[in-house]
């Protein structure tokens, strides 16, 4: 039970925002609880053994970093690192019969060979270069908003200073700008799936939500790169975790939070346990949780529904597979993102398909290796023996697709997503798969539904709900964390400027809470 009933502010949730709020809190002299309903903290950033008797630790739910600021990381005193992947990314193709690839990566050189090798010319690579230039741009000026008060839409359109890149970040459709300056399909469809990440949409939505979606993918570090975590993405909250405790804070595990009750000065939290009920008390709850669960503890009006889209599948490989395409290593186009069925027709028509109520005939998804960039994952036996881990992450595969009946559903849409992958190896993925202690298949697969069930992330959204344009808007608030109670903050992926393994929120909703 918690060591005390009265604290300046309880957290709801043990995620890796609620931690990164718990530590900053804690170091400004706060007495802070946090109360963890799982038996661990870390919530969808975590490294687990999910192989039985296999000592191999996977970030199972997310597992690669962009949007965590270096500042969270210095003013916390983490230990914690990140390595760059070499290789930005590798894209199977068949072209006149033969197969092929793009190759994003090793140098400007080299990806200018390959870009030219693919299409015939240098075109598609100017256009890229100049595209990812204006975004590159827009980066440097967009990620140091995300840590302080929200800006206006047109303080923050001044400080982009840039009318083209906010007419294709914030105005129009992204579809617009990749027909507009791509014309290779396959060129088209790789830029497009930064926009696709966990957002079911079309490239010509006009909601924008893919917008919103591309422009998180490509702002991270205020370069837009993507990063692996050294030691998997539990190692960067269990560094949370021990800097919050370090400064002070109190970590409770096991314990669930079910009813949030506040007149706006003061508030309770009651939570159970397997060892009975309690109540604490706290000038501040910060709910490290979707918008759907805050509404249900504090009895208000209930959000949209969320729904998310994605197929998360983990593997340990006794080897990586060979390629089609000879021309390209292995080593080199597994450690990037590896597209597949990425095309730009290939999305829209999945797209359809599962927006028509189906799944996609052809599953698009990405694929990569973190133990290429970091071994250290791998128990040193596995190491020795050229074991690999692989990350496979579907895309348009909404949670209303496996309604019906999840685990069938499920089944059938690995097998169809493998069946895509395979068509560019040369060798079936299925013989380089390492087998468990039963002499199981090392491979996991997670639904929409399943994520919702185990980390109760709302319809499986990862982003908790749809992204946000990182300004202000109708009762956002100073910070974009603030709820309609004064003392009551949205710390989790689903506040403004959330999403993603960023830390963002809770920085945001410590700094409201200590006046910043």
Known sequence: ?????????????????GLVAAAYLARAGKSVLVLERLGRTGGAAVSTRPFAGVDARLSRYSYLVSLLPHRIVDDLGLRFAVRKRTISSYTPAVRDG???GLLVGGGGERTRASFHRLTGSDAEFTAWQEFYRMTRRAAGRIFPTLTEPLPTRAALRERLGDDTAWRVLFEEPIGVA?????????VRGVVLTDALIGTFADAHDPSLAQNRCFL???????TGDWDVPVGGMGAFTDALAGAARAAGAEIVTGHEATALRTDGREAEVDFRTEAGEGTVAARYVLVNASPEALAALTGGPAPEPAEGAQLKVNMLLTRLPRLKDTTVDPR?????TFHIGEGYGALATAYAQAAAGELPAAPPSEIYCHSLTDPSILGPDLAARGHHTLTLFGLHTPARLFARENDTAREALLKATLAQLDAHLAEPLADCLATDAEGRPCIEAKTPLDLERELRLPGGHIFHRPLAFPYAQESAGRWGVETAHPNVLLCGAGAVRGGGVSGIPGHNAAMAVLGG
């Open 1 to 17: 039970m918690p060591a005390q009933q009265v604290y300046d502010t309880v957290i709801v949730g043990g995620g890796h925002n």
């Open 98 to 100: 033969r197969p092929t």
């Open 178 to 186: 990749v027909e507009e300056r791509f014309r290779d399909d396959l």
């Open 216 to 222: 998180y993918h490509v702002i991270g570090g205020g």
């Open 332 to 336: 080199e186009a597994f450690a990037g």
